[in-house]
């Protein structure tokens, strides 16, 4: 493992290249045609930059027409880099829509301190759009390991207090 905080960075910086490239490589072989893959995103601690020696690398795949139960949406190729494997987290564009309507904390985490890797740009531009709009609303923060939201979108008028949610 690299020591010096320059070997990190540069590893972590080989890492999400060598990812970018692999990425590009899955999303052609389960979508030849184009369309299907709305966003690719890298979150959580290679993301973010505190990866360890076991970190896996957590990859969102927003893709059309997935359902059904999450280990069993797409047959996607087994990915490792430099000892560190991808978990893909695969959701429908409907799904990742809600998670942002909700400001709920996959999508704060990809779009405060991810790494988009591909996207279908209109769609990439209306989910921000509503993250932005839901996490002001609802005047979301993320303290620790926590994301607070200090108005809840059903929260009746007398209901002032704030929901804490542990990172899953």
């Given at each position: 493992m690299p020591g010096s905080s320059e070997e990190r960075d540069r590893?972590?910086?080989?890492?999400?290249?060598?990812?970018?490239?692999?990425m590009r490589e899955v999303r052609c072989l389960i979508d030849p045609?184009?369309?299907?893959?709305?966003?690719i995103g890298v979150v959580g601690s290679f993301a973010r930059g505190d990866w360890h020696p076991g970190s896996d690398i957590d990859v969102i795949l927003v893709y059309e027409g997935v359902s059904g139960p999450h280990w069993k949406r797409l047959d996607l190729p087994p990915v490792i880099i430099r000892g560190h494997s991808v978990e893909y987290h695969v959701l429908s564009p409907e799904e990742?829509?809600?998670?942002?309507?909700?400001a709920r904390m996959t999508a704060y985490d990809l779009f405060n301190e991810g790494i988009i890797i591909h996207a279908d740009k209109q769609y990439l531009d209306g989910v921000r759009?509503?993250?932005?709009?839901?996490?002001?609303?609802?005047?979301?923060?993320?303290?620790?390991?926590?994301?607070?939201?200090?108005?809840?979108?059903?929260?009746?008028?007398?209901?002032?207090?704030?929901?804490?949610?542990?990172?899953?």
């Open positions: 590893f972590r910086d080989e890492v999400i290249e060598e990812l970018k490239r692999r045609l184009g369309g299907k893959v709305k966003l990742f829509k809600l998670l942002c309507e909700e759009r509503m993250f932005d709009e839901a996490a002001e609303r609802m005047r979301v923060a993320k303290k620790g390991s926590f994301l607070i939201r200090e108005k809840l979108s059903n929260m009746g008028e007398n209901d002032h207090e704030a929901r804490q949610q542990p990172i899953i």
